[in-house]
């Protein structure tokens, strides 16, 4: 069965510096795609960035970039020169190829401080 | 630009009542899903749909219904409410491929008292 895992219920990082919230998964299924999601206080649910299991090179957009490991089904969400705006809960998921589902984590909540 | 739309925002319910909450997208999604939020449970699938007419289960379906007459309509019911339903509900759709982001609606808060 597929499965995520955060394991960081919550992170505390410095204006400006980078940090990295991670994600472990499991699945069985070849074809799988990982998204992550971002849940500010308000309450929306915001999508950063996905990575494709047969995609060669990591996905980045902007200041998000996903470390994609597949031999250690990991999929860690790297955010570079933080910003008090990135305080939020984020949310890890994934979709297997022979599912129709979307399935999430727990969650990390972050905190940047000035 | 609509996206998912989801109605009410807030509902405060007695136990036992029942009661619909709403959610419609107007981007011709094959693929819609109810999710609800827990502290510390992260986002559970309830129900989810692949298209007009096709429904499924997904972790937490007991005390919910739902049905999909049409593409962009995947109302969720709840039968007959209990304090364990209290949660933040959220509506989601996206085109159904492995790749495809959902589009969430901005949830709603139920209160079952």
């Known amino acids: 069965a597929q499965k995520i895992t955060q394991t960081q219920p919550g992170m505390f990082v410095q204006e400006k510096e980078a940090v990295t919230l991670d994600c472990t998964y499991d699945?069985?299924?070849?074809?799988?795609?990982l998204f992550w999601y971002k849940q500010p206080s308000s309450g929306e649910m915001i999508f950063l960035i996905y990575?494709?299991?047969?995609?060669?090179q990591n996905a980045t957009e902007g200041r998000y970039s996903l470390n994609f490991q597949k031999a250690r089904k990991s999929a860690n969400l790297v955010i570079s020169a933080s910003q008090l705006g990135d305080s939020a809960m984020y949310f890890c998921?994934?979709?297997?190829?022979?599912?129709?589902?979307?399935?999430f984590g727990t969650g990390t909540r972050l905190q940047v401080f000035p | 630009n609509a996206g998912v739309t989801q109605t009410p925002k807030f509902q405060v319910l007695k136990t036992g009542q029942s009661m619909t909450l709403q959610c419609a997208q107007d981007?011709?999604?094959?693929?819609m899903s109810w999710y609800r939020q827990d502290p510390g449970m992260g986002l559970r699938l309830i129900h989810y749909?692949?298209?007009?007419?096709?429904?499924d289960q997904g972790e937490v379906p007991n005390g919910y219904n739902v049905s999909r007459s049409t593409t962009e309509d995947f109302p969720l019911r709840l039968l007959s409410a209990a304090p364990s339903q209290t949660s933040v509900y959220f509506c989601?759709?996206?085109?159904?491929?492995?790749?495809?982001?959902?589009?969430f609606g901005s949830g709603t808060q139920l209160s079952v008292l």
């Open positions: 699945t069985s299924d070849p074809s799988y795609g």
């Open positions: 998921a994934m979709r297997e190829g022979n599912t129709d589902k979307l399935i």
């Open positions: 749909s692949v298209g007009a007419g096709i429904t």
């Open positions: 981007m011709n999604h094959e693929y």
């Open positions: 989601a759709s996206s085109y159904f491929s492995t790749g495809q982001k959902l589009f």
């Open positions: 990575q494709g299991s047969y995609d060669q």
